[in-house]
C-alpha cells in the first residue's frame, strides 16, 4: 500500500474535532511515563464499570481458559486485566507522539540476531505474535532496530487513516503496510527476504481455519501460517512483549525460528502454534487482549459460547 498523503481536504470543518481529539492525545503523552501507567490503571477500572459488552467477553474467556481458578481470582485477573487495556490507550499515544529517542529507552529487547541472521541470509520471516494489550509499542519498538512489515487495514476515516499510519511508519520508515487481504504481495516480500508481523492467535472465522484445542476448547485456527510459511519459503520466528512490572519500560524477545515448519500437517502446525500460545499467554494473562470473541466460531452443531 501506498504511504498516505495529507491533503488539504483535512483542514475542512468536519475534521476540525478530529483535530482537537488528535491535539489532546499529543498533549497527555508528553506527560512523564509514570503518570501515564497511573491514569492508565485508572481509565482501565473506570471501563469495568461502563464497558459491559466488553466486560462480558472477557470474564467468558476467562472462565474458559483458566477452569482452574476459583471465582475470586479469575476477577482480579479481570481487573488486572482492564487495567493493562486502559494503559494501552496511553502506550498508543507515546507510540505514536513520542521522540524516538525517548521511546528508545523504554526497550529492553533480547534475541534480535535471530532477524539479523535471516535478514542476512535472505531469508523471509514471519514474525509471529499474538495480540498483547502491549501490542501497539511492541512494534514501535521493534521497528525501531528492524524492518517490519505488517498487515493493515485501511481506517475508514480519510484522517484518522493518515494519522495512525504517518504516526506509526515514522518510526520504521523501510517498512511496507500490506493489505490485509493481499496475499499475493505477502509472499513476495517473505520470497524477497523481508520481515513480515503475524499474529494467528485470534478467531478469522470458519473459512480457512481447522478446530484445535486451546486452553483444552476447541479454537478455529487459521492454518495461513503453516501455507505462508510454505509458499513464501519463510522462517517462523516468535515474537513476545512484555510491560515490565516495576514500570521501567518493555521487554521483547525474538525467540529462535521453529524447527521442522512445516510439518507433517496443518493441523499439527496448528496445535504446535495453540500450544505455544498457550505458553505464553499463560505466563502474562492480564496482559492479553481477552475483549476478543476466541471462541465465537464453533463446530457444526456445537452451542455458542457466547
Not at 490507550?89 to 541472521?117: C, D, N, T, V, Y
Request: aromatic fraction near 12%.
Amino acid at each position: 500500500m501506498e504511504r498516505p498523503l495529507f491533503r488539504r481536504a483535512f483542514l475542512h470543518p468536519r475534521y476540525w474535532l478530529m483535530w482537537l481529539g488528535f491535539a489532546f492525545f499529543w498533549l497527555v503523552a508528553q506527560l512523564p511515563y509514570a503518570l501515564l501507567l497511573v491514569l492508565g490503571r485508572g481509565l482501565g477500572r473506570l471501563m469495568v464499570f461502563i464497558a459491559k459488552s466488553r466486560k462480558h467477553i472477557v470474564r467468558r474467556n476467562l472462565e474458559l481458559c483458566f477452569p482452574q481458578l476459583s471465582a475470586e481470582e479469575r476477577h482480579r485477573l479481570l481487573l488486572k486485566n482492564f487495567e493493562s487495556t486502559g494503559i494501552a490507550f496511553f502506550e498508543m499515544a507515546i507510540s505514536w507522539f513520542w521522540p524516538k529517542s525517548r521511546l528508545r529507552k523504554l526497550a529492553r529487547i533480547e534475541g534480535l540476531e535471530h532477524l539479523q541472521q535471516a535478514q542476512a541470509a535472505g531469508q523471509g520471516v514471519i514474525l509471529m505474535a499474538v495480540h498483547f494489550t502491549t501490542l501497539e509499542i511492541g512494534a514501535t519498538l521493534l521497528g525501531q532496530m528492524h524492518t517490519i512489515d505488517g498487515m493493515y487495514r485501511e481506517h475508514d476515516n480519510p484522517l484518522f487513516d493518515y494519522i495512525q499510519r504517518h504516526s506509526r511508519e515514522r518510526h520504521n520508515l523501510d517498512a511496507t503496510a500490506i493489505e490485509r487481504e493481499d496475499v499475493r504481495s505477502m509472499l513476495k516480500v517473505l520470497r524477497a527476504g523481508r520481515a513480515i508481523w503475524y499474529a494467528p492467535d485470534q478467531d478469522y472465522g470458519r473459512k480457512q481455519s481447522i478446530f484445535v484445542p486451546l486452553f483444552g476448547v476447541n479454537a478455529a485456527t487459521v492454518t495461513a501460517t503453516s501455507k505462508f510459511a510454505k509458499l513464501g519459503k519463510a522462517l517462523v520466528v516468535p515474537f513476545t512483549q512484555l510491560r515490565l512490572a516495576d514500570g521501567s519500560g518493555y521487554k521483547l524477545l525474538i525467540h529462535p525460528p521453529l524447527e521442522n515448519f512445516p510439518g507433517d500437517s496443518e493441523e499439527a502446525d496448528c496445535l504446535r502454534i495453540n500450544q505455544w500460545i498457550e505458553s505464553v499467554v499463560s505466563a502474562n494473562p492480564e496482559q492479553y487482549l481477552w475483549a476478543h470473541r476466541r471462541f465465537k466460531t464453533r463446530p457444526v452443531g456445537e452451542a455458542k459460547l457466547y
